[in-house]
């Protein structure tokens, strides 16, 4: 056997919320499925990092779920450990929801999530097309994944790389609706502070104004050994500083935070999501891009744009598979 090639059902790209929900959906009802993931861990944008005894959760701070949610509702048991409310937050208008946080962290919520499935981390994936009438994808190292079914998550443009490497063309009228997904950019610095910041419990404030949409303490969230905030910065700061010296926006950053630090910061670090958040996610839950072999497009720019929905959308592209729509 080759080791360098392996053969799945259902190769599912991508281990972030809505991949890991396909994944098990799928494999719950009998499909040998197999997960790749370019990241070092799974999760995606629930993302956690530690710098010394602080930890932040850098991406997602929390998510919460809507009333008809299709989404984590549906595996709520299976979380039970690993979620914990957390404050509340206006959705659209439509009312103040609870608000949940990972235990201990979010990338724990992807952890569980990820129970008993074959996933694959550190694979990037270079390319996916069509050879004899199933679907190749190739990761950087050269390793080759074959399957009957791909459910593609990644953020979209993403997606249309692969298959524009893999030399598949699109019907015009995917290609047309996917290629319209824009997302926010989202600049985030992680500060290790030398005392507690004056961000209110439960731990979370956005500003009116300025390039700060949030900061989240994540100490008083209750995740932190140490006073550590996150500082997300506006879809409008990161644009426009992306391709700016970070270090400098970082710095810019952390001045607008004072009056919410009250402390010397000890150290600090910026990532810098390309991919924060859809802008304009599509109504539908996700898209099938080819029907047979099948290639189910998903993530949270269906149904979008947070957690709850991704996890929706991964739901979504399962049931269509298994139902053969
Ligand atoms: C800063 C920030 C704040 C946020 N705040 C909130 C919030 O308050 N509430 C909320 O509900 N949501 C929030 N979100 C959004 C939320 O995190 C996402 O909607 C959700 O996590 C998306 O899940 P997903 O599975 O669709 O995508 P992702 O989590 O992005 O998963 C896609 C996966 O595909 C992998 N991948 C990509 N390309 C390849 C490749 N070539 N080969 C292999 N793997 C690949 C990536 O590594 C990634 O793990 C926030 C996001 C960010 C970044």
Redesign the pocket.
Not at 43 to 46: E, I, K, V
Not at 59 to 64: I, M, V
Not at 123 to 126: D, G, K, P
Not at 304 to 310: E, L, T, Y
């Given at each position: 056997m080759d080791s360098n090639r392996q053969e799945v059902d259902v190769l599912v790209?991508?281990?972030?919320?809505?991949?890991l929900m396909a994944a098990r959906a799928l494999q719950q009802a009998g499909r040998r499925v197999g997960v790749?993931?370019?990241?070092r861990g799974v999760?995606?944008?629930?993302a956690t990092r530690r710098i010394g005894d602080a930890t932040f959760d850098h991406?997602?701070?929390?998510?919460?779920t809507g009333e008809a949610s299709d989404g984590l509702r549906s595996v709520w048991h299976h979380l039970a450990g690993s979620v914990t409310e957390w404050g509340s937050e206006d959705v659209d208008g439509a009312g103040r929801r609870p608000c949940w946080r990972g235990v201990p962290t979010m990338s724990a919520v992807a952890k569980r999530l990820a129970d008993g499935l074959e996933v694959h981390t550190e694979?990037?994936?270079?390319s996916l097309g069509l050879d004899a009438g199933r679907w190749v994808a190739t990761a950087v190292s050269g390793r080759v994944f074959v399957a009957e079914t791909v459910v593609a998550?990644?953020?979209v443009p993403?997606t249309l790389a692969?298959l524009e490497a893999g030399g598949f063309v699109l019907a015009d009228g995917h290609r047309t609706r996917l290629a319209a997904i824009g997302y926010d950019r989202?600049l985030?610095v992680m500060a290790v502070l030398e005392n507690p910041s004056l961000v209110p419990p439960p731990g979370s404030l956005s500003p009116v104004a300025g390039p700060i949409e949030r900061i989240t303490d994540n100490r008083l969230k209750g995740i932190s050994a140490v006073p550590a905030v996150t500082l997300?910065a506006t879809p409008g700061f990161s644009l426009e500083h992306w391709d700016l010296d970070r270090l400098e926006s970082g710095r810019i950053l952390l001045e607008a935070a004072t009056p919410w630090l009250g402390s010397a910061v000890r150290t600090w670090q910026i990532h810098g999501?390309r991919?924060?958040?859809p802008r304009a996610p599509l109504a539908c839950r996700h898209l099938l891009a080819h029907a047979s072999p099948a290639l189910v497009v998903a993530?949270?720019a269906f149904g979008?744009?947070?957690?709850?929905?991704?996890a929706g959308?991964?739901a979504a592209a399962a049931a269509a598979i298994l139902s053969g729509r």
């Open positions: 790209l991508g281990a972030g919320v809505s991949g790749v993931d370019k990241g999760g995606g944008r629930l991406g997602a701070p929390c998510f919460s694979v990037q994936i270079a998550t990644p953020p993403q692969l989202c985030t997300h999501w991919y924060g958040r993530g949270d979008g744009p947070g957690v709850d929905a991704a959308s991964g």
